[in-house]
């Protein structure tokens, strides 16, 4: 996995600052502002992170989650 500041490699694909972050649902759950370690960082919306292992694809302009659960999922830096 590559950092800069604005993109990110990861095994599913280059997730970039300011990219939606969609439920399994459909519902957007805020924006990408970083990614830190194995930790999707939310900007502008209603969770603090998601894990990567959540991600079950990347689009061109959006990331979607999978709805398999993650204990982790949406909770703040220290819980």
Known sequence: MTTTDTAWTTQQGTIR????VIAAD???IGT???L???ELML???SHDFVAITQIDGISADAV???D???AT???GPTP
């Open 26 to 28: 459909g519902v957007v």
């Open 32 to 34: 990408v502002a970083a």
């Open 43 to 45: 900007e502008s919306g």
């Open 73 to 75: 999922f949406g909770l």
């Open 68 to 70: 398999r659960g993650d």
């Open 36 to 38: 830190e370690g194995e």
């Open 64 to 66: 979607l989650l999978s």
């Open 17 to 20: 600052k300011g990219m939606k």
